[in-house]
């Protein structure tokens, strides 16, 4: 959430849930809003982390989306799905480097 706030973005919900399933973050930097999911790793053994994200999971994150932008969302808003990939160093020697990956898997259409 800092690296977001740095950024100039304002959070709007922090592990929004529909039933057992949520989305990570929700964004927003003007009339942009951004489904964000955070994955992390501390090392790459298994895979980096943005491979993390299948198309279940895509699949489940539009739902909850979709769910957000029925309750909150606002008729000029516009939508992506963003990914917060963070790789920590193995040997926690260096801060961990932070890439966020816009618009990660395509939009949400209006």
Same mark, same amino acid.
């Given at each position: ?5 740095? @950024? ?34 501390? @090392?790459? $053994? ?11 999971? $895509? ?16 008729? @000029? ?15 926690? @020697? ?17």
């Amino acid at each position: 959430m800092a690296h977001l706030l740095q @950024s100039g973005w304002r959070i709007e919900a922090h592990r929004f849930r529909l039933g057992h399933h949520d989305v990570d973050l929700v964004a927003r930097q003007g009339n942009l809003v951004a489904f964000i999911e955070v994955k992390t790793r501390a @090392s790459l $053994r298994f895979g980096r982390p943005e491979e993390a994200v299948d198309h279940r999971k $895509r699949a489940v994150l539009f739902q909850v989306a979709e769910l957000w932008r029925a309750r909150f969302g606002l008729p @000029s808003d516009q939508y992506r799905f963003d990914l917060i990939a963070i790789e920590e160093a193995p040997d926690g @020697s260096t801060s961990p480097q932070v890439r966020h990956i816009t618009n990660a898997w395509g939009g949400v259409e209006k």
